[in-house]
T-cell receptor
Framework: GDSVTQTEGQVTVSESKSLIINCTYS????????LFWYVRYPGEGLQLLLK?????QKGSSRGFEATYNKETTSFHLQKASVQESDSAVYYC?????????????FGKGTQLIIQP | EAAVTQSPRNKVTVTGGNVTLSCRQT?????MYWYRQDTGHGLRLIHY???????QIGDVPDGYKATRTTQEDFFLLLELASPSQTSLYFC?????????????FGSGTRLTVL
C-alpha cells in the first residue's frame, strides 16, 4: 500500500535558522499522488499548511515551502528562518488523485522545537 | 473558517467500559472522519461517513462503532474499551471527499483506558 516516511520524530532548530523536515513517499496505487503538509499547534487540531497536486511544482504558505520531486519521491518541508511560533508537529501526507479522502495516508509526524 | 468541535477533550475509563466520543461540524460538509493518533504512527482512519445515516469502514475499525446522526454530528463508540484503544482521537470533515480537498480537524480527544 501507500506509505509516507518522516525519518525524524523531533527536530530542534534555533530561532532565525533554517529548517528542513524530510518526507519521502511510496505510492503503489498511483504514480503521482497529491501531497500535503499539515501542522498541529499545541492544543489545536491539524490544519492544512500547503499542498501540491502536480509533480514538479512547489507549494508555499506562511514562509514554508515544499517541492514535489517525483524522481526522488520526496516532499521535504523547508523554511529559511524559523520563529518560536513555528513550534508544532508537522505531518506529511499523500492521497491518490483518483481516490477519495478516505485514502489519505499520513506520516508519523515531526515535532519541531524552536530554541530561543 | 471551518469549525469542528470534539468532546470531551479528555476521557479516562476502565477496561470494559463504554465510551462515546462526539464530534460536531458547522461547515455544512458532507464527509466526516474519525482518526486515531499513536506515538510512532501517523493518523489512522477508523471510520468515515459521507452523510447522515451513512457509515464507511476505515483502516483500523476493530473495536469501534460509529454513527452519523445528522449532517453535523458524528459519534465514535467504544462499547468494550481496551487499553489498546488508549490514544488521541481526531475528528475531521471535508466538503465532498475529493482527493485534493482540505480536511478540517477538531482539537482532539485524549482517551485513556486503564
Amino acid at each position: 500500500g501507500d506509505s509516507v516516511t518522516q525519518t525524524e520524530g523531533q527536530v530542534t532548530v534555533s530561532e532565525s535558522k533554517s529548517l528542513i523536515i524530510n518526507c519521502t513517499y511510496s505510492a503503489t496505487s498511483i504514480a503521482y499522488p497529491n501531497l500535503f503538509w499539515y501542522v498541529r499547534y499545541p492544543g489545536e487540531g491539524l490544519q492544512l499548511l500547503l499542498k501540491v497536486i502536480t509533480a514538479g511544482q512547489k507549494g508555499s504558505s506562511r514562509g514554508f515551502e515544499a517541492t514535489y520531486n517525483k524522481e526522488t519521491t520526496s516532499f521535504h518541508l523547508q523554511k529559511a528562518s524559523v520563529q518560536e511560533s513555528d513550534s508544532a508537529v508537522y505531518y506529511c501526507a499523500l492521497r491518490p488523485n483518483t481516490g477519495g479522502a478516505d485514502r489519505l495516508t499520513f506520516g508519523k509526524g515531526t515535532q519541531l522545537i524552536i530554541q530561543p | 473558517e471551518a469549525a469542528v468541535t470534539q468532546s470531551p477533550r479528555n476521557k479516562v475509563t476502565v477496561t470494559g467500559g463504554n465510551v462515546t466520543l462526539s464530534c460536531r461540524q458547522t461547515n455544512s460538509h458532507n464527509y466526516m472522519y474519525w482518526y486515531r493518533q499513536d506515538t510512532g504512527h501517523g493518523l489512522r482512519l477508523i471510520h468515515y461517513s459521507y452523510g447522515a445515516g451513512n457509515l464507511q469502514i476505515g483502516d483500523v475499525p476493530d473495536g469501534y462503532k460509529a454513527t452519523r446522526t445528522t449532517q453535523e454530528d458524528f459519534f465514535l463508540l467504544l462499547e468494550l474499551a481496551s487499553p489498546s484503544q488508549t490514544s488521541l482521537y481526531f475528528c475531521a470533515s471535508s466538503e465532498l471527499g475529493g482527493s485534493a480537498e482540505t480536511l478540517y480537524f477538531g482539537s482532539g480527544t485524549r482517551l485513556t483506558v486503564l
